[in-house]
Structures are given as C-alpha cells and as structure tokens.
C-alpha cells in the first residue's frame, strides 16, 4: 500500500507545471523543484511524510489545528512544514497545500521566469 500512495504523491508533484523530481540528498528523499527551487520534499519510506514550504503564519496555525503537521523536519522551521501523509487527513488539504507550496516558490522567482512557466 505504501508505494502506491508514494506513487500517488510523486505524481500530484510532478503534475506542477515544469516540476522536476531530483535525489541531491540521496535515493531515499525525493526532492520537487520548479526553476531550480524546492517547493517539496519527501521520504520513500514509510511512515510518508512530505515537507512543503508555507507561509510563516500560515504554518503556525496549521500546526496548531492538525496534529499531522510539525514544523518542517531539517528544514526552515519557520517557513516549512512536514505533513504526515500516512493518516486520515483527506488528501484534498493536502494537495491544496502542495499547490500553496508551489505557489509560494513560483511567486518568488523572477517574472520572467512566471511568465514562461504560465505559457507552458
């Protein structure tokens, strides 16, 4: 079951317009970038857990509200989340949060750059 929901997850990533996975930390973490920029991070064994980048008050008050989300593991504490993933959280907050994540590194990059990933 476990590889089926990672599969699962890898795909809703990869989905995001000109998402690249990559292993820089080694096989067992995949790690989702869009021009170069982390926007997801997730362990290939289980328990499953994803880290997506949020905003800084955002991130507070989901960790206050769900107990799935912890303040990003190895991460930016401030601006990262970890999500367990292996739980009753419906799936739909979950990728809302992926795409908040991916929204979050696109608005950062240069206008150039979100001009060519919207023409995509």
């Not at 994803?50 to 008050?57: E, G, M, S, T, Y």
């Not at 303040?71 to 419906?90: E, R």
């Amino acid at each position: 079951m476990a590889k089926k929901d990672l599969e699962y997850w890898r795909s809703r990533c990869l989905a995001k317009i000109g998402s690249v996975e990559e292993t820089p930390f080694g096989p067992e973490i995949l790690v989702y970038k869009v021009s170069g920029k982390m926007f997801a991070l997730m362990g290939v064994e289980p328990p499953l857990s994803i880290n997506l980048k949020c905003d800084p008050q955002e991130a507070m008050i989901l960790r206050d509200t769900f107990p799935e989300v912890i303040p990003g593991y190895h991460m930016n504490k401030k601006h990262w989340n970890t999500v367990a993933l292996d739980t009753q959280l419906d799936r739909s907050l979950i990728l809302g949060w992926i795409d908040d994540s991916y929204d979050l590194v696109v608005k950062g990059l240069p206008k150039k750059v979100q001009s060519a990933l919207k023409s995509s």
